[in-house]
């Protein structure tokens, strides 16, 4: 059974700093692309960033294009998010995602067959 686990939310300041964690298990990750999505509350699911597992291509919303970096440890099955200059528009449940295969990064959150649970991040003062 395939799980993805997040973990490294919380609360920051704006200007802040945070790193995401997803930890895979029960699929062959090295044929996986992952995404992170986020929701704020009343608004649709939207594409964060996404990175190949081979090759490590990565692609990101222009929203948070310079201030978030998606990275990857394949010998560890997890995907990261590190987030910086963090906003209050930034506020939203972070989730991390898997396509059943090593394909173009996708902005659309029905190419992701896996999920996970989510993580919350608040920027506020």
């Known amino acids: 059974q395939v799980q993805l686990v997040e973990s490294g939310g919380g609360l920051v300041q704006p200007g802040g700093s945070l790193r995401l964690s997803c930890a895979a298990s029960g699929r062959t990750f090295s044929s996986s692309t992952m995404g992170w999505f986020r929701q704020a509350p009343g608004k649709e699911r939207e594409f964060v960033a996404g990175?190949?597992?081979?090759?490590?291509?990565?692609d990101y919303a222009n929203s948070v294009k310079g201030r978030f970096a998606i990275s990857r440890d394949n010998a560890k099955n997890t995907v990261y998010l590190q987030m910086n200059s963090l906003k209050p528009e930034d506020t939203a449940v972070y989730y991390c995602?898997?396509?059943?295969?090593?394909?173009?990064?996708?902005?659309?959150?029905?190419?992701?067959?896996?999920w996970g649970q989510g993580t919350q991040v608040t920027v506020s003062s």
């Open positions: 995602a898997s396509r059943p295969t090593d394909s173009i990064i996708s902005w659309s959150a029905n190419t992701y067959d896996y």
């Open positions: 990175i190949r597992w081979r090759g490590g291509s990565t």
